[in-house]
């Protein structure tokens, strides 16, 4: 069997799961059907930078961006385990890990930082 052909097949494989929404253990993508919710410009920039050791990209960037108010802010971290698959709890937790995350907003200089648990200060 030639190599074209292997990847070929594994490709279908893929595509199937994927289809099934069967994913391989060291993937870190988001679902297709769920996308990152995210409060922060920055936050988008963190969940696109880090990428899939087996896919690459792991979702497709939305277009443009819509305002989250403070209190949906707020329950986004009790969300993720009544309203979300394992894959985007385990997609999610990649890009902001329970050690850091979520992060605490305050202002400061008249902007909106993010402050994660070990003292990182994001503006957001």
Known sequence: MSSRTLEKRIERVERALKAKQVFAPECICFPANERPFVAFQVE?????????????????????????????????????????????RKAWFATFPPDLWPAQETMEQQRLILKLKDGTKLFA
Request: proline share 7%.
């Open 44 to 88: 988008l920039k963190m969940a696109i930078a880090l990428k899939c050791p087996l896919h690459g990209a792991r979702f497709k960037p939305p277009k443009f961006q819509i305002y989250v108010s403070k209190w949906l802010r707020d329950k986004r971290w009790q969300l993720l385990w009544t309203h979300y698959s394992e894959q985007y």
